[in-house]
């Protein structure tokens, strides 16, 4: 499912917070749209604070319906008067809710209500655009802890997207300072993803071609920062529109997230129709994938888009993976095996797995690249599972 884009008009800091985390807990990739960024196309859906300046709010609501007449808008009120409702209504408002935060009960049902409209307008949006260009598909990989594997994982399959589809894809490295995408892909590049953080106003086509690196398999690399401290907390807002405008202009987008959880790697979960997160057949990487599941779910980036990977697995596992799933709640999605000779040669030639062998890993790589675009059926993710606490952690 494509993300949709939303766009909160309120003077309200923390009513725009708590809007934010509602848009996104419904199980739908949602990104925020600042005002200033909306000149260069119209969001999905407009959430319109009308709590407190009723007659500013209702002009609000009648100047984006003028507009943008396709657009959603929500109106969100202090209460649920029914001439309140009607006038919302008349002024251009596709939907109303009454804001409670005092009132659990109708808190609860005001959420569920929300998170339905955010779903029937995604549902729209993909009837409207039915037939047309095919949405972008982002995947972000988030590693359970350093060494895990996620780059290889990342890159190894970002490059069997390129060459398996011949359509446009990107992979993009979130790491401050230390990311590997390019040095794993043998490339170096003359930009990094700060040039284009930096430059959002003139980011078309034409210039995002100066700032990536292109691979002989076709993938575009948009290389991680070299600087300690940035990205960072201030630049979040800019990475989201990063990811919208390349969701224009690509079919798929791969993010190495790095393993942790911060403001950066959050704007990439709230992005990705699928997050994997790639852990080990051990205890510390079992424990951490535990820990970046409940926080998956208490940032509400929809820990139901979440799928587990497991690298490095060998016949000699000191923990079964059934109990991984049990103290994860999730199934495996898929398993690559522990080849670290192959993978070490491949990593140091700066040639991925892909192009340079017809091992056994490269094969899983492969075999699970067609799964992500349907080419066969070989890889299914197991259903959810009750969740547990694993023992022996």
């Not at 997050?275 to 980036?301: C, K």
């Not at 103290?327 to 991925?352: C, E, K």
Request: glycine share 8%; charged share 20%; proline share 4%.
């Amino acid at each position: 499912m494509a993300q949709l884009a939303a766009s909160i008009i309120s003077a309200d800091e923390e009513f725009k917070r708590q809007v934010s985390r509602l848009l996104r807990a419904g199980g739908v990739p949602v990104g925020i749209m600042e005002a200033r960024a909306v000149e260069g196309g119209a969001p999905d859906v407009y959430v319109v604070d009308i709590r407190g300046d009723l007659s500013s709010g209702m002009a609000a609501i009648e100047r984006l319906r003028s507009s943008h007449p396709a657009t959603a808008i929500f109106a969100i009120a202090s209460g649920a008067d029914p001439e309140l409702i009607l006038r919302a209504m008349r002024a251009g408002a596709n939907e109303f809710f009454a804001w409670t935060p005092g009132n659990a009960s109708a808190a609860a049902s005001m959420e569920e209500s929300f998170h339905g409209a955010v779903r029937r307008t995604a549902a729209r949006r993909e009837a409207a655009h039915a037939g047309a260009r095919q949405p972008c598909v982002t995947y972000a990989f988030l590693g359970a802890k350093g060494g895990a594997g996620t780059t290889t994982v990342s890159v190894n399959s970002a490059v069997e997207l390129a060459r398996l589809t011949k359509r446009p894809t990107v992979i993009i490295d979130l790491k401050p300072c230390l990311g590997e995408v390019a040095l794993f892909l043998g490339v170096r590049p003359r930009f990094t993803i700060l040039d284009a953080v930096e430059n959002l106003h003139r980011l078309d086509k034409d210039f995002l071609t100066e700032l990536v690196s292109r691979h002989k398999s076709g993938l575009d690399i948009l290389a991680g920062s070299e600087q300690f401290d940035r990205p960072n907390a201030q630049d979040s807002g800019a990475i989201e529109e990063l990811l919208r405008v390349l969701g224009r202009l690509y079919d798929h987008i791969v993010i190495d997230a790095g393993n942790m959880i911060n403001s950066i790697s959050v704007a990439a979960l709230y992005a990705a129709d699928t997050v994997f997160l790639v852990t080990n057949p051990d205890v510390p990487s079992i424990r951490n994938a535990q820990r970046l599941v409940d926080r998956v779910r208490q940032i509400g980036a929809g820990s139901e888009r979440v799928k587990i990977l497991l690298n490095r697995a060998s016949d000699q596992l000191l923990i079964a993976p059934k109990q991984i799933e049990t103290a994860l709640g999730y199934g495996i999605h898929y398993t690559f095996s522990n080849d670290y000779r192959t993978v070490s040669t491949a990593l140091n030639s700066g040639v991925p797995l892909a192009l340079t062998n017809h091992s056994e890993i490269a094969a899983q790589f492969g075999a699970f690249t067609k799964h992500l675009v349907g080419l066969q059926d070989g890889v299914k993710a197991e259903p959810e599972k009750k969740r547990s606490f694993l023992g022996l952690l």
